[in-house]
């Protein structure tokens, strides 16, 4: 038996383009992996500015960074490390998407 939602919902998604719940689901998922990307995308921006280098020469200079106390680089390092490996993790997820 189907009920009253399952039918508003499939008629919902009719209405809206879509042919499947599944279809509507992987584009939600596309744009909010989309939208993860640009923040993590932001984020490292940040750190980039801040440093003004990737985060691949921060990496290979951190010792001698000595603008910035040791506390500060190793936060920033983990925060910047942990948001480019989000976004390989996004972009996989996306490309399997497609």
Known sequence: MISDKS???AECLQELGFDSLESYAVE???KQLVDEIQ???SEIEKFESKYGMDYAEFS???AEL???NLFEKENDSMDWKAE???IRIYEK???ALA
Do not use: N
């Open 93 to 95: 997820r996306l490309a």
């Open 7 to 9: 039918i508003i919902v």
């Open 39 to 41: 923040k993590s995308s």
């Open 28 to 30: 939600m998922i596309r």
């Open 66 to 68: 000595s603008q910035w």
């Open 60 to 62: 290979s200079r951190f």
């Open 84 to 86: 480019t490996r989000m």
